[in-house]
Structures are given as structure tokens and as C-alpha cells.
């Protein structure tokens, strides 16, 4: 499984190989649409749910991301509560 280290700022940044997208299960998406900006990310996170069964939560609008999410809110609040452990 795959821990993240909040402690240093490039252990949360994406600097890890685009093909280990792919064996992660979980993904928080923030107000951004990954079909429309970020093909190859959309292609990877579509493969991890496929494989994984990834669960991708969004925050922010909508969209056809061609695989299963979960939208919370388009609400920049509702994320700042969620990490806050409000939600």
C-alpha cells in the first residue's frame, strides 16, 4: 500500500511515476477536470479503478471522468471541513 509522508512537501507533491498511479485505491481530486487536462492522469486513474477498485473522490463539478467517483461538493469549504475532520 502506498503511505503518505506529510512531513516533506515532495512526498505529497506528484513526483512518483506516472505508472504507479495505477496501483493506488484511493485519490482525492480537486477542482479540476483530469479528462479535459490531465489525459494520461485520467488514463492511469481509470486504469486503478478498473484494477484497484480506486475509490476517486471530487471536489468540485461534475464531470464524465469515464469511471466511478464519488462528488462531494463544488464547495471549497466542504474540503477545507473534510480536512479538518468536520465532515
Known sequence: TFKLN????NSYLLNTEITKLEEMDFCILL??????ELPL???RLRKAVKKNNAF???YGYSNNLTYKFYNVSNNLIDFLKFLEGKS
Request: hydrophobic residues 55%; charged residues 20%.
Open 31 to 36: 477542482g479540476f477536470n483530469p479528462r479535459l
Open 41 to 43: 492522469l485520467n488514463l
Open 6 to 9: 506529510i512531513d516533506l512537501r
Open 56 to 58: 476517486i473522490v471530487l
